[in-house]
Structure formats: structure tokens, C-alpha cells
């Protein structure tokens, strides 16, 4: 996925970095509610995860920057059949 942002989509290292970090930010919550496959991946995930970065008084910036690298990631796996 880090190859894919920054070969095919041109992203700059702090992007890479940032959706990287969000990303393993969204795994690291999907591993503390269960969820231990992609596969098994749903919307009501990643608003349960919107909402715990509310809990925890995320910028609404920083939290949109999240749900577009987790947006950019299904799309990624789908891409990929993965």
C-alpha cells in the first residue's frame, strides 16, 4: 500500500507518512473491537472508528484526512482482490 501511494499516486513522504499512520491507527481500533480480517470489513467500522477519533477530540480535519486514507485503502485492496 506505502509503494502504491507513493509510485502510483505520487504522494509527498508526509502524506505517505500521515495515511500510513492513519491507516495503522484504523487496524490498531479494528483489532480492539474484534475485527481481525479486511474481509469482514463494513461502513459501520469505519464510523465506529470517526467516532472513537471524536472521542478522542481529533481535529475535524485530521479525522477527514483519516477516512480519505481509509477510503483510499479499500479501494487499494479492491483493486488489488485483496
Keep these: 500500500f ?3 501511494l507513493m509510485c502510483e499516486r505520487g504522494l509527498s513522504p508526509n502524506s505517505v507518512e500521515a495515511y500510513s499512520r492513519d ?5 490498531d481500533f479494528l483489532k480492539s473491537i474484534g475485527v481481525e480480517s479486511v474481509s469482514v470489513l463494513s461502513t459501520d467500522h ?7 477519533l471524536n472521542s478522542k477530540q481529533y481535529a475535524s480535519s485530521s ?6 486514507a481509509i477510503k483510499v485503502f479499500c479501494r487499494y485492496l479492491l483493486r ?3
Excluded at 479525522?63 to 480519505?68: N, Q, S
Aim: glycine share 0%; aromatic share 12%; hydrophobic share 65%.
Design 2 to 4: 506505502v509503494q502504491h
Design 46 to 52: 469505519i464510523i465506529q472508528f470517526l467516532a472513537h
Design 80 to 82: 488489488e482482490e485483496l
Design 63 to 68: 479525522a477527514a484526512r483519516a477516512l480519505i
Design 23 to 27: 491507516v495503522a491507527s484504523f487496524f
